[in-house]
């Protein structure tokens, strides 16, 4: 988990940075009460039996506020998916626990857990 004084822009430019190109971009998802897919199916939805979103995968989480519009089309432009953890409304603690969980569920099921943390 990170917090970063910088803003959101440069946290994103950051991480696509300390990737190395081979790899590709970081999928980013967006963590959001009206996502398009469950946090669970598009981390299974990934290509060659890996999951979509780990490893690297960048979550982003706001907070009771929401994200604002200008920083909703930063992560749109970035290329991020909106994924949901429950239908209804959870406290931002409540999601990170959720998603420690999908991820470790998803590392799991391709036998990623004893690869090393990007």
Do not use: K, M, N
């Amino acid at each position: 988990w990170s917090y970063h004084a910088g803003g959101l822009e440069q946290r994103l430019r950051e991480l696509r940075q300390q990737r190395p190109v081979s790899r590709g971009p970081r999928p980013i998802l967006q963590l959001h009460e009206d996502g398009e897919a469950t946090l669970q199916a598009l981390l299974a939805a990934g290509g060659g039996g890996q999951p979509a979103a780990s490893p690297g995968a960048v979550f982003v989480l706001g907070d009771q506020l929401g994200f604002t519009s200008g920083e909703e089309a930063l992560l749109a432009s970035a290329g991020a998916r909106r994924a949901t953890v429950s239908p209804r409304g959870l406290l931002t603690s409540h999601c990170i626990v959720l998603a420690h969980h999908a991820l470790d569920e998803a590392e799991a099921r391709v036998g990623l857990a004893a690869s090393p943390v990007e």
